[in-house]
């Protein structure tokens, strides 16, 4: 199982990105998703997820109206469209599949990508 995020970049304060997380192997249909982030001195933070269909998600208050998830089952892809994007939005974001529960938490994720870095400049 692999996880391979990609779409990070350097950005202004207000402009939008759009992250993508492509996974191999049959499982993906099975699987909720979810994002955290990373940012430089600071603990992983949930970001949102998505549940095996699509159907259901969470968001974190912080991004909560400005960040939306969506998954494309047939493409084994998972988005993560970023508007009005802000400086405290930069960090390492990562995606992460989660085949046994629907969490918010880390440590029930088992599988993770690699990361790309989001910079938003003030």
């Known amino acids: 199982v692999q996880l391979q995020a990609s779409g990070g970049g350097l950005v202004q304060a207000g402009d939008s990105l759009r992250l993508s997380c492509a996974a191999s192997?049959?499982?993906?249909?099975?699987?909720?998703m979810g994002w955290f982030r990373q940012a430089p001195e600071k603990e992983r933070e949930f970001v949102v997820v998505s549940s095996r269909t699509g159907g259901s998600t969470l968001y974190s208050d912080s991004v909560k109206g400005r960040f939306t998830i969506s998954r494309d089952n047939a493409k084994n892809t998972i988005y993560l469209q970023m508007n009005t994007l802000k400086p405290e939005d930069t960090a390492v974001y990562y995606c992460?599949?989660?085949?046994?529960?629907?969490?918010?938490?880390?440590?029930?994720?088992?599988?993770w990508g690699q990361g790309t870095q989001v910079t938003v400049s003030s």
């Open positions: 192997g049959r499982f993906f249909g099975s699987v909720a």
């Open positions: 992460a599949a989660a085949p046994t529960v629907w969490s918010t938490q880390s440590k029930d994720y088992l599988y």
